[in-house]
T-cell receptor
Framework: GIQVEQSPPDLILQEGANSTLRCNFS?????LQWFHQNPWGQLINLFY???GTKQNGRLSATTVATERYSLLYISSSQTTDSGVYFC??????????FGKGTKLSVIP | DSGVTQTPKHLITATGQRVTLRCSPR?????VYWYQQSLDQGLQFLIQ???????AKGNILERFSAQQFPDLHSELNLSSLELGDSALYFC???????????FGQGTRLTVV
């Protein structure tokens, strides 16, 4: 099956700092999503981005499908951005395969 | 709110027991997926249904079973529960394969 690798595994930021999270994958995809899992366990959709670039407020994402990676940018981080960020891929099969996540801690 | 509803939110039960988790997908979504999230295994795909038919199977134990009903809601049945089955169980739904999937709030199962 498809392999998904996220980096870094852990990230600690000062409030207001910017960050880039990376997701590398091993195969062509027809679905790529970024999720934020908050401290209460909820999985919140951030982006559906099998290719191209999207922006939503302080967050943006870029997927370069031909080079098999996706990036999630968080600017001016806030404490509410803390949690785990997952990249999940669908490649031919129907279900999403999740990476192990990046645990982000934003400190005041 | 994702539009996917899972009940119950929390469940505590004893080893050897059987439980049923319920999921109502977003309006219009035909695909339902079940995932298990445990500390050591991460988010693992269990099973998918599409319009009432089983579409794909992942790492689902034989003690676990699922179904999707004509009204498209789905149930995940977990039997002969073991301590290691304690986890967060998510249901997700999408319009179809390759489409954006939306997750419910999860059911936190604790087996004691």
């Amino acid at each position: 099956g498809i392999q998904v690798e996220q980096s870094p595994p852990d990230l600690i930021l000062q409030e207001g700092a910017n960050s880039t999270l990376r997701c590398n994958f091993s195969d062509s995809v027809n679905n790529l999503q970024w999720f934020h899992q908050n401290p209460w366990g909820q999985l919140i959709n951030l982006f559906y981005i099998p290719s191209g670039t999207k922006q939503n407020g302080r967050l943006s994402a870029t997927t370069v499908a031909t080079e098999r990676y996706s990036l999630l940018y968080i600017s001016s981080s806030q404490t509410t951005d803390s949690g785990v960020y997952f990249c999940a891929l669908g490649a031919g099969s129907y279900q999403l395969t999740f990476g192990k996540g990046t645990k982000l801690s934003v400190i005041p | 709110d994702s539009g996917v509803t899972q009940t119950p939110k929390h469940l505590i039960t004893a080893t050897g027991q059987r439980v049923t988790l319920r999921c109502s997908p977003r309006s219009g979504d035909l695909s339902v997926y079940w995932y298990q999230q445990s500390l050591d295994q991460g988010l693992q795909f269990l099973i998918q249904y599409y319009n009432g038919e089983e579409r794909a199977k992942g790492n689902i134990l034989e003690r676990f079973s699922a179904q999707q009903f004509p009204d498209l809601h789905s149930e995940l049945n977990l039997s002969s529960l073991e301590l290691g089955d304690s986890a967060l169980y998510f249901c997700a739904s999408s319009v179809g394969s390759g489409a954006e999937a939306f997750f419910g709030q999860g059911t936190r199962l604790t087996v004691v």
